[in-house]
C-alpha cells in the first residue's frame, strides 16, 4: 500500500495526518489545508478499497487515513514481544526443517524459500548461501550423490553466486536431472 499512497504523493497524510486549521488563517492556509483533507480522504478511500470484510470492519470508524493506517501497521506489524516470539518459532521451524521422504525437491526448497520469507518479514535475513547451505544438508539420504556432486562441481564457500535462488529456479535447475529419481 505504501508504493500506492507514495505513487499518488500521500504518504505524508497517511504518516502524519492533516494538522488543524488555525483560527486566524489566511486564504493560502484555507486553500492549502483544504488539499491536505482531500489527500487524506484520498488516501482513506484506498486504504477502503485495499481491505476486505474482515479488515475492513477494524477501521471503518476511522475518519483519517492516518488513523486508520495505524491501526493496520499496529495489527499487522504486532509489537516487538510478539514478533520476536513469531520469529523464535519460525527459527525452530527452520532449524528442524528436514525433506520428507514423499516430498518432491521443488516443493521442498519453496518451503524454505517460504520460511525463510516469513523471517524477512519478521527482521531476520538469510544469505543466499546460507539458503543453499540448509537445503543441501536437509535433503533426503537418497540425494547424497548428488549433493556431493554438487559440492564438489560448485565450491559453494566459494561461489555462492551460483546458487542463487531467487525463486529458487537455478537451484532447482541442478537438480532437474535428478528429479527421475523422485
Given amino acids: 500500500m505504501r508504493v500506492l ?4 504523493e500521500l504518504w505524508d497524510v497517511v504518516e502524519s495526518g492533516v494538522s488543524a ?10 486553500v492549502a489545508h483544504h488539499d491536505q483533507k482531500k489527500k ?17 470492519e477494524q477501521i471503518e470508524g476511522q475518519t483519517t487515513a492516518s488513523e486508520a493506517w495505524i ?37 521442498y526448497i519453496d518451503k ?17 548461501q546460507a539458503k543453499v547451505e540448509k537445503i543441501l544438508r536437509s535433503l533426503t539420504p537418497r540425494f547424497e550423490h548428488v549433493v556431493a556432486a554438487i559440492e564438489d562441481a ?13 525463486g529458487g529456479e537455478l537451484f532447482k535447475g541442478v537438480f532437474a536431472n535428478f528429479s527421475k529419481l523422485e
Fill in 21 to 30: 486549521l488555525a483560527n486566524n488563517a489566511i486564504g493560502a492556509q484555507r
Fill in 112 to 128: 524454505v524459500l517460504a520460511l525463510t520469507n516469513q523471517m524477512k518479514t519478521n527482521g531476520e535475513t538469510h544469505s543466499e
Fill in 5 to 8: 499512497f507514495d505513487y499518488h
Fill in 40 to 56: 487524506d480522504k484520498k488516501a482513506l478511500y484506498l486504504i477502503h478499497q485495499g481491505m476486505n470484510d474482515e479488515t475492513f
Fill in 71 to 107: 491501526i493496520l501497521s499496529t495489527n499487522y506489524k504486532g509489537d516487538d514481544k510478539i514478533k520476536r516470539v513469531l520469529l523464535q518459532t519460525l527459527r525452530r521451524q527452520y532449524e528442524l526443517l528436514q525433506m520428507e521422504t514423499t516430498e518432491t525437491v521443488d516443493v
Fill in 154 to 166: 560448485n565450491d559453494i564457500s566459494v561461489r555462492k553466486d551460483s546458487f542463487k535462488l531467487e
